[in-house]
């Protein structure tokens, strides 16, 4: 059990690791088609964006079937893929942008730093010049707030 919940675990950190870095070179890169649909204005309840979801749920989804078929640290892999998604949609999409049906504000602490880093990850409506793309750890907004200054003069010369 113990080497079980590890994996988890370390599956939940690894994906913060993964998505920083998919975020980062990615979807602020070749697949900024369906990222930009995150940084501009969009009506409905979804938006482009969302099929990066779609995606990782299928593949913990074959993780799922995998561990149960053949190596069975593979499901705590997907576990803690699906617990890592599971945070992510409330701390993401329902906390920072306030997609949900009911609203929950952050008043202060890890929360609220987390909500002020993603917006000032969202300063930018381009795929170049954005700070903090992890999804749940984030600087100290006041280094993000001094990176943004040092990009947007670098912008102008």
């Not at 990176?147 to 102008?156: G, N, Q, S, V, W």
Request: proline share 3%.
């Amino acid at each position: 059990m113990l080497i079980n919940s590890l994996i988890t675990l370390a599956s939940i950190i690894g994906m913060e690791i993964f998505a920083w870095v998919f975020h980062k070179y990615y979807m602020h890169g070749p697949g900024w088609t369906w990222h930009e649909s995150h940084h501009v204005q969009t009506h409905g309840p979804f938006e482009k964006n969302d099929l990066y979801a779609v995606g990782f749920s299928v593949i913990a989804a074959g993780l799922f079937i995998a561990g149960s078929l053949w190596l069975p640290a593979l499901w705590y892999v997907a576990l803690g893929f699906t617990i890592y998604g599971i945070l992510y949609g409330f701390v993401h999409d329902g906390l920072v942008h306030q997609r949900w049906p009911f609203h929950i504000q952050a008043k202060r602490g890890y929360l609220l730093r987390l909500v002020h880093a993603h917006r000032l990850h969202h300063h930018t409506t381009t795929k170049d010049g954005a700070v903090s793309f992890g999804f749940l750890y984030a600087e100290k907004p006041d280094r993000l707030k001094a990176r943004l200054k040092t990009c947007k003069i670098a912008e102008d010369i």
